[in-house]
């Protein structure tokens, strides 16, 4: 399996089957053309590769943005140029192209490709006229001047699984109606500006556009952001950015604004031309969790002002994402209280179900009885009036599916759900963070650690920040690799050290390695934070589908000296 952030396209030949139906010989002939003449041609001089052919379509993988729109802009050029292309009965319409261009995660594996940014590019292509060309704003936002007036702001639209709203670019026309009403202006707005530079390197070039496509990808897959790459509305947050080179030195210099107050922070950041990629990945993991940490912290603080009562459904369920950071049981009181009264004022909104869903499981599984009484006669009803809102929402679906798991214990079931949720959305970090949890608890480890690794990469900043770690922390523990779990454990607890699980962890790495007093200290400091944990309670509030000597956390417990 292989995994890379890549521009797609996603090409097909509109009404193909009709023309096919009506002139067989010539439909070949003409879609034999496109291929040699304009389509294979145009997409290796831009340096593309068609990474899967259905006949009458294809996807691309770029490894630049720009490249991806010019290739786009060029084929539809030559095709209008040329009248291309025309059948051998020239009754017939000329045949035409539908595009669709985004910037995202990519899985290949085997003979198939997939991923956000195969599926956002493939519902671009869908909703583009024929002879027109559809791009995400992630593409948008990482072309430079001369590329983007080619390109018409067509607003937010729903596209069919995808569960987010997606800005629209267009070269040509849309049907239908762009997305308007609530849902489109009340999440948190992040502008992000094109990363500049004055040096005409060519690699210098590719680098700010590269960056500023990492950018527009990663915040863009957080669900309760809105981030475009220009301003829609005035109160909204701009990141502004320019790298400076001198010979093989780089400096990047960055301003974060807030919509009232100003700047929130600016740093600069310095690199190597050399190691040009890898400066690149480390940059944009870094400015997304300084994007994230600055935005939600002053998030929460203008909520605070509001009165849950007078809070929308939207501001509701962001304050509750917001409340999880500690995973302690005031935190899980307020993501409950938050996301309830979300599901209240709005029952029509998905993300403030997955929430209270998960927020429930995860404290119930944290042993916060006190909290989850409360719910605990709500979880049929909110199952019951999710089940019709989950259409092309994964992270709702995960969340249903973790639900049935904890009755039924079906492993392969959950594994089919989270299979599902990772190719809809493998770059949004709480699909990936519920995914990696749900792997641990059927025992598919290795997957679980992949899943809390990007997690963390990209959402390592966030509210969810410990429950990767702590996710993170638990599924090195089940691999065996116990001396990587007591450090991971460690890192967890220079958060939070109020977090039981973590030291339940460092007791069982701990008992694993024979090293007896510290696994000692462990279980007694976890117990002072759950004085009532036993091996029995752990098990009955836990999902894992491994029992016995496979369960090594269960085992390191009872080497550590926890009463069974």
Request: glycine share 8%.
């Amino acid at each position: 399996m292989r995994r890379s952030l890549a521009a797609v396209l996603a090409a097909d030949v509109a009404g193909y089957s009709e023309l096919l139906g009506e002139d067989t010989e010539g439909t070949l002939a003409a879609l034999r053309r496109l291929r040699s003449e304009v389509f294979g041609p145009t997409v290796a001089s831009r340096r593309g590769r068609v990474v899967k052919s259905m006949g009458d379509g294809w996807i691309v993988l770029f490894g630049a943005a720009s490249d991806a729109a010019t290739c786009a802009l060029q084929i539809q050029d030559m095709i209008a140029k040329d009248g291309m292309l025309p059948l051998a009965s020239q009754s017939l319409p000329m045949m035409k192209l539908r595009l669709g261009l985004h910037l995202g995660d990519v899985i290949e594996e085997e003979e198939d490709v997939f991923g956000d940014g195969v599926n956002v590019a493939a519902r671009l292509e869908k909703i583009a006229a024929p002879g027109s060309i559809a791009i995400s704003d992630a593409v948008f936002g990482s072309l430079d001047g001369t590329l983007r007036p080619s390109f018409d702001d067509a607003g937010e639209h729903d596209l069919k699984n995808i569960s987010k709203p997606v800005r629209v670019w267009t070269r040509g026309s849309i049907p239908g109606q762009k997305l308007t009403g609530k849902n489109a202006t009340q999440r948190p707005h992040i502008v992000i500006c094109p990363i500049a530079t004055s040096d005409p390197r060519d690699e210098v070039k590719e680098l700010s556009e590269a960056l500023t496509g990492d950018l527009m990808t990663y915040l863009g897959a957080t669900h309760w952001l809105s981030v475009t790459a220009q301003k829609t509305r005035n109160n909204a947050y701009v990141l502004s950015g320019r790298i400076r080179a001198s010979g093989g030195r780089l400096r990047l210099e960055i301003k974060y604004t807030d919509p009232e107050s100003g700047e929130l922070w600016s740093t600069k950041i310095d690199g190597d031309l050399a190691n040009a990629f890898d400066w690149q990945d480390e940059t944009a993991e870094t400015l997304v969790s300084q994007i994230m940490t600055a935005t939600f912290d002053n998030e929460r603080r203008q909520l605070d002002k509001i009165a849950i009562a007078d809070m929308t459904a939207n501001q509701c369920e962001l304050r509750g994402q917001i409340a999880i950071d500690r995973l302690d049981p005031e935190a899980f009181a307020s993501a409950l209280k938050y996301s309830s009264a979300a599901i209240d004022k709005d029952p029509t909104q998905p993300h403030p179900f997955a929430l209270a869903l998960v927020s429930y499981l995860s404290a119930t599984a944290m042993g916060y009885d006190e909290i989850t009484q409360e719910y605990a006669k709500s979880i049929p009803a909110w199952c019951a009036a999710a089940q019709p809102l989950v259409g092309n929402h994964s992270l709702l679906r995960l969340a249903l599916g973790v639900t049935t798991y904890s009755q039924v214990r079906e492993p392969a079931a959950l594994r089919a759900v989270v299979e599902y949720a990772l190719r809809q959305s493998s770059s949004d970090f709480i699909t990936l963070a519920l995914s990696g949890w749900s792997y641990t608890w059927i025992g598919d480890h290795a997957d679980a650690i992949d899943c809390f690794q990007k997690a963390s990469l990209l959402g390592g900043r966030s509210p969810w920040a410990l429950s990767i770690i702590g996710g993170l922390a638990m599924a090195t523990l089940q691999s065996g690799d116990y001396e990587n779990a007591i450090l991971i454990a460690r890192d967890g607890l220079n958060i939070n050290h109020g977090y039981a699980t973590l030291y339940r962890v460092l007791a069982a790495a701990h008992a694993h390695l024979g090293q007896s007093a510290e696994a000692s200290q462990a279980v007694e400091t976890a117990l002072r934070l759950q004085p009532g944990d036993t091996i029995a309670v752990i098990q009955a509030r836990n999902v894992f589908a491994l029992s016995g000597d496979q369960n090594r956390y269960i085992t390191g417990l009872h080497m550590a000296g926890m009463k069974a």
